[in-house]
């Protein structure tokens, strides 16, 4: 069972134009969001997170966004570049009353920037 | 900055065998996350230790055991290897007890390749 959706697995834009990339979630519990970028045989960096009592998070070329209501994030990168393409990983932390320690992965977006 | 540090990056082994993977947390962090990745999906949580004491556990299968050292250090055990544990395995650290709102740091992973 997903519990946290990606449900695009590419994307493609043009560099200087904005991307989009969007997640969904099923389990209510989850309190708070990350998203990660992966380069091939790297290991998942850290972008941005945004907690579940704010709608929206900027850092730079990166804004998420958190519907909570629909059970939606995403994120935005503008102005995209070359160096952006990557598989973008959405993951959740679940709140159930105490310490939490499991990321939730999404199945991740692969993005492409054409130059 | 330091970073997450992964040992062996790759390793080969036969169906039967073991193997052990270490991972060298970001310094002064307290937490330490196993993550497996198969072809294709998500990472998928399988322990982490904080403070040396297990502090959460994931689909670990029973032939998995990990461990925390006092330098912080951890590591994986794996053993009667079988070709589905052929996957990337992430290791990753955090500094805050691995409470909510915790931000987890990857390293590169280490690739393993069951025969």
């Known amino acids: 069972d997903q519990q946290v959706k990606q449900n695009s697995p590419s994307l493609s834009v043009q560099e200087g134009r904005i991307s989009i990339l969007n997640c969904d979630y099923t389990?209510?519990?989850?309190?708070?969001f990350l998203w990660y970028k992966k380069y091939p045989a790297e290991g998942p960096t850290f972008l941005i997170s945004i907690s579940s009592i704010k709608d929206k998070n900027e850092d730079g070329r990166f804004t998420v966004f958190l519907n909570k209501s629909a059970k939606h994030l995403s994120l935005h990168i503008v102005p995209s570049q070359p160096g952006d393409s990557a598989v973008y990983f959405c993951a959740a932390y679940p709140n159930y009353g105490g310490v939490t320690n499991k990321l939730i992965f999404g199945t991740g977006t692969l993005l492409a920037v054409q130059p | 900055a330091a970073g997450v540090i992964q040992s062996p990056r790759h390793l080969i082994k036969e169906k039967r065998e073991t193997a052990t993977l270490k991972c060298y947390p970001i310094?002064?962090?307290?937490?330490v996350y196993w993550y497996q990745q198969g072809p294709g999906q998500d990472p998928q949580f399988l322990i982490s230790f904080y403070e040396k004491m297990q502090s959460d556990k994931g689909s670990i299968p029973d032939r998995f055991s990990a461990q925390q050292f006092s330098d912080y250090h951890s590591e994986l055990n794996m053993s009667s290897l079988e070709l589905g544990d052929s996957a990337l395995y992430f290791c990753a650290s955090s500094s805050l007890g691995g409470g909510r709102s915790d931000t987890q740091y990857f390293g590169p992973g280490t690739r393993l390749t069951v025969l």
């Open positions: 389990n209510s519990m989850f309190d708070y």
């Open positions: 310094p002064r962090h307290d937490t």
